[in-house]
Antibody, heavy 120, light 110 residues
Framework: EVRLLESGGGLVQAGGSLRLSCAAS????????MSWVRQAPGKGLEWVSA????????YYPDSVQGRFTISRDKSRNTLYLQMNNLRAEDTAIYYC?????????????WGQGTLVTVSS | QSVLTQPPSVSATPGQKVTVSCSGS????????VAWYQQFPGAAPRLLVYDNDKRPSGIPGRFSGSKSGTSATLDITGLQPGDEADYHC???????????FGTGTTVTVL
């Protein structure tokens, strides 16, 4: 059974930093692309980052490019999202997500989410 | 912001059929596969349909997806009270090189 457990969310001031972690189990961590998806209060889903299975390709939308960094520790089966220079509009639930292929394709498993609140 | 457009809400009575639309462009829906996700309040999304019209194991046949041109559709037949949820479409965008989601649709069972 695929399990994704996020941690690291919390309250931070605008301009601050936060690192999210996602402990993965139940599948071959390095065989699938992994993503972070966020959802602002009362809003839709927004994909914020992806890492290919090989780790050689990384993707970001313009909204977080240059501020967010996705990475992983293969020895710990853990995915990370380093978030710098946080803004009020980054306030959201952040979901760790497993993609169905080696490249970003579609998400077939989701974590329970961790809440990030940025105060201005 | 969302690149794929969905109606904010749709509703029907139990047993009826609802259709949720998802409109995009040639860079996303038009040339890539569409997935649909179901999300109950306070819960994480779950995969409902992938590759336009395929269902993961455990998803009832009442849920069906289709695609035509730059639009996709999710049909829910035999609507049940337990189907009340938000539904999101998603697809890779080859121009933006990112995955894009729809604006989300709330399905209400009257």
């Amino acid at each position: 059974e695929v399990r994704l457990l996020e941690s690291g969310g919390g309250l931070v001031q605008a301009g601050g930093s936060l690192r999210l972690s996602c402990a993965a189990s139940g599948f071959s961590f390095t065989s699938y692309a992994m993503s972070w998806v966020r959802q602002a209060p009362g809003k839709g889903l927004e994909w914020v980052s992806a890492l290919s299975a090989s780790g050689g390709s990384i993707y970001y939308p313009d909204s977080v490019q240059g501020r967010f960094t996705i990475s992983r520790d293969k020895s710990r089966n853990t995915l990370y999202l380093q978030m710098n220079n946080l803004r009020a509009e980054d306030t959201a639930i952040y979901y760790c997500a497993k993609d169905n292929g080696a490249w970003p394709y579609y998400v077939d498993s989701w974590g329970q989410g961790t809440l990030v609140t940025v105060s201005s | 912001q969302s690149v794929l457009t969905q109606p904010p809400s749709v509703s029907a009575t139990p047993g009826q059929k609802v259709t949720v639309s998802c409109s995009g462009s040639s860079s996303n829906i038009g040339n890539n596969y569409v997935a649909w996700y179901q999300q109950f309040p306070g819960a994480a999304p779950r995969l409902l349909v992938y590759d336009n019209d395929k269902r993961p194991s455990g998803i009832p046949g009442r849920f069906s997806g289709s695609k035509s041109g730059t639009s996709a559709t999710l049909d829910i037949t035999g609507l049940q009270p337990g189907d009340e949820a938000d539904y999101h479409c998603g697809a890779w965008d080859s121009s933006l090189n990112i995955y894009v989601f729809g604006t989300g649709t709330t399905v209400t069972v009257l």
